[in-house]
């Protein structure tokens, strides 16, 4: 199932006249929905093509995560989210997000990139 992803306008004008649309929707402006990556056990991950025939690589399930520490980067097990900046409720279902803060077996860990498309987790470490 496709998402429209081009924003919808007031369909009333400022007089309370209606206004009509003035085209129809066109395919470029239709999406997947969100991937919604999870914490996990195991890694679960899906090829999808995407406009223009690349390739994206998404996660459903990751356990792992590329951490950047002051001695480098090292491979971690995560535990669980602890809070996520967009959405409250993300945090309690463990859903990866840009900027989510993470529980890691090296200590509490920041989420900087989009797990959801580019198929790893990676992280720097918070203090």
Do not use: C, W
């Amino acid at each position: 199932m496709e998402n429209y992803h081009k924003p919808f306008k007031a369909t009333a004008r400022g007089t309370g006249g209606k206004r009509h649309k003035n085209s129809d929707k066109k395919l470029v402006h239709f999406g997947q929905p969100p991937t919604n990556p999870k914490l996990g056990e195991k890694d679960v991950r899906m090829v999808k093509a995407v406009r223009g025939g690349a390739l994206k690589q998404k996660i459903k399930t990751i356990a792992y995560m590329n951490l950047l520490m002051p001695s480098g980067m090292k491979k971690v097990k995560m535990r669980n989210v602890t809070e996520t900046p967009d959405n409250r409720h993300h945090a309690r279902q463990n859903i990866l997000t840009l900027g989510a803060i993470v529980d890691t077996e090296a200590g509490k860990a920041k989420v900087t990139n989009r797990p959801g498309q580019d198929g790893v987790v990676n992280g720097i470490l918070v203090k």
